[in-house]
C-alpha cells in the first residue's frame, strides 16, 4: 500500500449521512480508510488497520486482490453496462452456470441481483408468486425467526427478527410471524461449534402452522447461522428438523446465506456444511469478493419450470433490476471464485478453525464476558452491559481496538469476529492479541 494521505481539512463530513451508524458520534472522532490490501486497511493518517471484519462479512478473498481488480479493469474497458431485459451478455450466462454448477444439488436456476437485501425480497416474490402459480393463492403468510437479520428492504425488515431495524418503520408487510431464535445461554453458553441442545426449537414451526393454518404459509426463511444478530449457530439437528416440517407442510425453506456463503464456514454454502437443502438459497457479500455489488438467489429447475408457462410472449416473472447480472459485478464475481478455487480458500478455513476458537474461547477471563460462540471462520462475544448504559461497552471495545489497529464489528454489547479467509496462522494471532489488548484496556 502506498504511504500516508492526508484528508483535506476543508472537506465536509456533514453531507454524507452514513447507514448504520451514530453519525453525531461519527463525526466527533471520525475513522477514514483511504487502502486496503489482503487483510489489511490504512487510514487517512497511514496506520495499519487488521480488518477482523472481512469488510462487513464480504471481503473473503482479502483486499484489492489483483485477480478481481484486474478482472474488474478489463471489463469496464470492454462493456461497461448491458440490460436484463429482453438482452444480455455471456458472462452471465456463465456466470449462472458456474453458481449452478457449486450450488447444492437441485439448485441451478441463478436469479441475479444488486445486494443480500435485494436477494431476500426476490426469494420471498418468488416464493408467493409460486404457489399462486400452483393454486394455492391462500399461501402468503412469510415466517422469519427472532433475531433473524435479512437486509432492509420492506421484505426483509418484516421477516427480520431484529427490533431495532424493524421499530422505525411501523408500516411492514403484512402477514409475517417468527420463530424462536435458537440462543438459550442457560442451555449452550460458551459452545464451541454447534450445541447440542436446541433441535426442538424447530418444532415451533407446528404451533404456527396450527395458530394460522396448514394452507397459509409460503415460506420460512433463516440464515444457517444467524450473522448480523450475534452469530447464532444452530443446534445439532435443528436444521434438519426444519426441512422436515417446511417438507410436511408443504412450506418452501428458505436459506439467507449472504454472510454463510463462499466459505465463512468452511464449505462454499452453509447448506453444504450443515447438509440441508432449501428450495431457495440467497447469496451476495463473497460472491464478489465486495468488490462490486451482486446478489443471487438460487432456485431449482422444477420451480422456475413452473413459471415457464403461458403464452410465449409473457414476461413470466414481473421482478428484477437495473443492475441484474451487471458487466461488472460479473466480471468480479468470475474473478472471485476463480481465486477461491486456485488458492484453496475454503480448506484453507477450515484448516484455521481450530485456531480461531480457541484462540475466541481464550478471551473469557478478558473482559466481563457472557457468553462465546463460534463456527468456521465466524465468532461472536457477549460483553456485560454497563447498567442503564446498553451498547456502551461495545462501542468501548470498537474504539480501543481501533486504537490497537484492528477493526472489528461490534452491534449493541455483542462483537462479531470474521477474518478474511486468507488470514495466515500469525496473521490470525496478531489479530487476537490486539483484541486481547483492547479488551483489556475498555473493561
Not at 71 to 92: C, N, T, V, W
Not at 328 to 357: C, I, K, N, P
Request: hydrophobic share 40%; proline share 6%; charged share 20%.
Amino acid at each position: 500500500m502506498a504511504g500516508d494521505n492526508e484528508r483535506n481539512p476543508d472537506a465536509s463530513l456533514d453531507a454524507f449521512w452514513m447507514p448504520f451508524t451514530a453519525n453525531r458520534w461519527f463525526r466527533k472522532t471520525p475513522r477514514l480508510i483511504t487502502e486496503a490490501s489482503g487483510i489489511r486497511y490504512r487510514d487517512e493518517r497511514g496506520r495499519e488497520l487488521l480488518d477482523f471484519a472481512s469488510g462487513l462479512w464480504c471481503v473473503n478473498a482479502g483486499h484489492c486482490h489483483p485477480r478481481v481488480v484486474s478482472a474488474i479493469q478489463e471489463q469496464a474497458a470492454k462493456l461497461d453496462y448491458a440490460m436484463s431485459f429482453q438482452l444480455g451478455h455471456p458472462e452471465a450466462f456463465r456466470l449462472a452456470e458456474r453458481l449452478s454448477g457449486l450450488a447444492p444439488k437441485g439448485l441451478d436456476r441463478v436469479f441475479f441481483c444488486n445486494s443480500g437485501s435485494e436477494s431476500v425480497d426476490t426469494a420471498l416474490k418468488i416464493a408467493l408468486a409460486w404457489h399462486r402459480l400452483r393454486g394455492h393463492a391462500g399461501r402468503t403468510r412469510l415466517v422469519g425467526r427472532v433475531r433473524g437479520y435479512h437486509g432492509v428492504g420492506f421484505g426483509g425488515i418484516s421477516v427480520g427478527g431484529i427490533g431495532n431495524n424493524r421499530r422505525q418503520f411501523p408500516v411492514q408487510l403484512p402477514g409475517t410471524d417468527h420463530l424462536p431464535h435458537t440462543h438459550v445461554p442457560a442451555e449452550m453458553a460458551f459452545s464451541r461449534g454447534q450445541p447440542e441442545w436446541g433441535a426442538h426449537l424447530a418444532d415451533a414451526l407446528d404451533d404456527l402452522v396450527a395458530l394460522h393454518g396448514p394452507d397459509t404459509i409460503a415460506a420460512v426463511i433463516v440464515e444457517p447461522v444467524a450473522g448480523s444478530g450475534g452469530v447464532l449457530v444452530p443446534p445439532v439437528g435443528y436444521l434438519e428438523r426444519l426441512r422436515e416440517r417446511c417438507t410436511a407442510h408443504g412450506i418452501l425453506l428458505i436459506f439467507d446465506e449472504v454472510i454463510t456463503g463462499f466459505g465463512r464456514v468452511g464449505q462454499i454454502f452453509g447448506a453444504e456444511r450443515f447438509g440441508v437443502v432449501p428450495d431457495l438459497l440467497c447469496c451476495a457479500k463473497g460472491l464478489t469478493n465486495g468488490a462490486v455489488p451482486m446478489g443471487a438467489v438460487l432456485a431449482s429447475k422444477g420451480l422456475f419450470d413452473d413459471f415457464m408457462q403461458g403464452p410465449e410472449l409473457a414476461i413470466e416473472l414481473a421482478h428484477g433490476y437495473t443492475y441484474s447480472g451487471h458487466p461488472l459485478a460479473t466480471a468480479a464475481a468470475h474473478a472471485t471464485l476463480d481465486v477461491y478455487e486456485e488458492e484453496g480458500l475454503f480448506a484453507h478455513a477450515r484448516s484455521l478453525e481450530q485456531q480461531f476458537e480457541d484462540r475466541l474461547h481464550g478471551l473469557k477471563q478478558c473482559a466481563p464476558i457472557t457468553d462465546i460462540r463460534n463456527i468456521g471462520l465466524m465468532g461472536a462475544l457477549d460483553l456485560e452491559p454497563v447498567p442503564g448504559e446498553p451498547a456502551r461497552r461495545g462501542i468501548t471495545l470498537f474504539e480501543r481496538a481501533f486504537e490497537a489497529g484492528l477493526v472489528v464489528r461490534t452491534a449493541g454489547d455483542t462483537l462479531a469476529l470474521c477474518p478474511p479467509l486468507v488470514t495466515q496462522p500469525d496473521e490470525l494471532d496478531m489479530m487476537f492479541d490486539r483484541l486481547e489488548q483492547a479488551l483489556v484496556a475498555s473493561s
